[in-house]
């Protein structure tokens, strides 16, 4: 089966720009999407198809995606985006499932 | 505005069963793949299991399926997710979440606010 890795944690100051990879086999031919999610709160979409903004999301949050890696990339991080960060996939294979990465913790210093 | 509620959650002994429920409204509902996805206390996101616009192609985790059932019903707007044999490692946040097309459960967009099964004794 497919399988996303993410890095546990990831460490910012204020202002600083943070990414977050995604790593998975040949992950640059499927589409990516990216989750944030705030203590208490359900997931919010804040990238689609590897590099879309849905609307309201601000265009601090960006996304890339090629090779085995897929990256969110958040510039002038403010507070407020002290998340869990998750990737997420679909994996049109045989085993035609959803994968999500593990996650990863955005902390502003 | 596209508004998912979940519910249907509670406390269950292990090897019952519960029907959990998504009342949607705000979009047209037999357009869209719908989701559960679920969280166990403090872990990540786990996919459950995803159904198509029209019901007709359902989609299972290898770990609830034979265990879990997805249906919906479009005159009412309305995605289930029967849950039966539930062991301890069932005990989540069930979400329920619309995807952006049709057949496929490619993203999730929104998300509901979630509703707690808890499976112990």
């Known amino acids: 089966s497919y399988v996303l890795t993410q890095p546990p944690s990831v460490s910012v100051a204020p202002g600083q720009t943070a990414r977050i990879t995604c790593g998975g086999n040949n992950i640059g031919s499927k589409s990516v999407h990216w989750y944030q999610q705030k203590p208490g709160q359900a997931p919010v979409l804040v990238v689609y198809?590897?590099?879309d903004r849905p609307s309201g999301i601000p265009d601090r949050f960006s996304g890339s995606n090629s090779g085995n890696t897929a990256t969110l990339t958040i510039s002038r991080v403010e507070a407020g985006d002290e998340a869990d960060y998750y990737c997420q996939v679909w994996d049109s294979s045989s085993d035609r499932h959803v994968v999500f990465g593990g996650g990863t913790k955005l902390t502003v210093l | 505005e596209v508004h998912l509620l979940e519910s249907g959650g509670g406390l269950v002994q292990p090897g019952g069963s519960l029907r959990l429920s998504c009342a949607a409204s705000?979009?047209?509902?037999?357009?869209?793949?719908m989701s559960w996805v679920r969280q166990a206390p403090g872990k990540g996101l786990e996919w459950v299991s995803a159904i198509s616009g029209r019901g007709d192609s359902t989609y299972y985790a290898d770990s609830v399926k034979g265990r879990f059932t997805i249906s919906r019903d479009n005159s009412k707007n309305t995605l289930y997710l029967q849950i039966n044999s539930l062991r301890a490692e069932d005990t989540a946040v069930y979400y329920c979440?619309?995807?952006?097309?049709?057949?496929?459960?490619?993203?999730?967009?929104?998300w509901g606010q979630g509703t707690l099964v808890t499976v112990s004794s």
């Open positions: 198809d590897d590099s």
């Open positions: 705000g979009f047209t509902f037999s357009s869209y793949a």
């Open positions: 979440a619309k995807a952006g097309g049709v057949v496929v459960p490619d993203r999730f967009d929104p």
